[in-house]
T-cell receptor
């Protein structure tokens, strides 16, 4: 497809389990971003990747969160030992390149619910 | 570094105008505006780069006052389709390379 694709669209899991969220950016986009949006809140930056450079992990809330991007394309956000406060919509976005004037295009997100 | 948006919510009748403000405590390189409808992904509206420019997209326009670190989004002759939550994302001139988003302004347009 032409847009950013995220999977799964919904994930329900028990507290303490690990989860993996996937993001497939727009073809040709070198920059990829992960955000978290809690109910009724704004977007909280988590991490971004630019090409093959080391990612900016400054927004990751704890060491239970990690992300990787293979081959400069698909990215996976992993949350280990999930907690109830991890429940949120996780949004991925991509842009043509990292640049201060580049718009970010968002996927539909993964709604994560921790029981 | 999160910007402050105001108002938090606004209700308009079709055809009325609205202004949404975004203010940062940091010197900014750019301001991004997005609109998000309930249950959907945020959609890009426009970017304003430092230089005090103003941009427009149909009846939605925005300005960026670099010196005041403020941006305003102007919606004129509002339509029902304008309803949603509007977020500004700010990119600081120095330091972080990621956007910091405000908590949003919920806009509801009624017939």
């Amino acid at each position: 497809g032409a847009g950013v694709s995220q999977s799964p669209s919904n994930k329900v899991t028990e507290k303490g389990k690990d989860v993996e969220l996937r993001c497939d950016p727009i073809s040709g986009h070198t920059a990829l971003y992960w955000y978290r949006q809690s109910l009724g809140q704004g977007l909280e930056f988590l991490i971004y990747f630019q090409g093959n450079s080391a990612p900016d992990k400054s927004g990751l809330p704890s060491d239970r969160f990690s992300a990787e991007r293979t081959g400069g394309s698909v990215s996976t956000l992993t949350i280990q030992r999930t907690q109830q406060e991890d429940s949120a919509v996780y949004l991925c976005a991509s842009s043509l390149e990292w640049g201060k004037g580049q718009p970010q295009h968002f996927g539909d997100g993964t709604r994560l619910s921790i029981l | 570094q999160q910007p402050v948006q105001s108002p938090q919510a606004v209700i308009l009748r079709e055809g009325e105008d609205a202004v949404i403000n975004c203010s940062s405590s940091k010197a900014l390189y750019s301001v991004h505006w997005y609109r998000q409808k309930h249950g959907e992904a945020p959609v890009f509206l426009m970017i304003l780069l430092k230089g005090g420019e103003q941009k427009g997209h149909e009846k939605i326009s925005a300005s960026f006052n670099e010196k005041k670190q403020q941006s305003s989004l102007y919606l004129t002759a509002s339509q029902l389709s304008y309803s949603g939550t509007y977020f500004c994302g700010t990119l600081p001139q120095t330091g972080a390379n990621n956007l910091f988003f405000g908590t949003g302004t919920r806009l509801t347009v009624i017939p």
